[in-house]
């Protein structure tokens, strides 16, 4: 069960992005169907497929595993941070870092992922947003921070 709340300002630009999509990234077909099947924006699609729906749950998918509903708040804030940079339409939706988060302890508060020197990939854990909500410090099994609620 989902225990945060969207704009309904956010949903409504999510189904806009979904009919109306503003990149030309060649998108593998069996991506873009998984989307369209799940009822969300696909947002990631390298070794796993990621989409986020107009609720904010993250529909994450890593074949041959089942597809998995998360409804983490930590998951939400870490693939719209990675969508925004994508879809910029997105950013706006981006809270202001709360004053109990504390910065990302994997990408050391840069949001670039630390594997590599391209600064236009996004760290895995914060999604890019350089900090961690309060909530999200305790890390799950998978290395995800808040998935331990899923």
């Not at 993250?58 to 925004?84: F, I, K």
């Not at 020197?117 to 995800?144: E, H, I, N, T």
Request: charge should be positive; glycine fraction near 8%.
């Amino acid at each position: 069960m989902q225990r945060f709340a969207v704009p309904e300002r956010f949903a409504a630009e999510i189904e806009r992005l979904m009919r109306h999509p503003v990149f030309s990234l060649k998108q593998p077909e069996e991506a873009t169907d998984f989307a369209r099947k799940n009822g969300g924006l696909l947002v990631g699609w390298n070794w796993s497929f990621i989409v986020l729906r107009p609720s904010g749950e993250v529909v994450d998918w890593d074949p041959p595993s089942p597809p998995e509903t998360v409804t983490s708040y930590s998951r939400y804030l870490q693939v719209l941070g990675a969508a925004s940079q994508i879809y910029p339409s997105l950013f706006g939706f981006i809270p202001e870092r709360p004053a109990d988060a504390s910065s990302c302890h994997f990408c050391r508060g840069t949001g670039a992922a630390v594997s590599t020197s391209r600064q236009d990939l996004r760290c895995p854990m914060c999604g890019g947003l350089r900090w961690l909500p309060a909530k999200a410090q305790q890390v799950g099994q998978d290395g995800l921070p808040g998935s331990s609620s899923r």
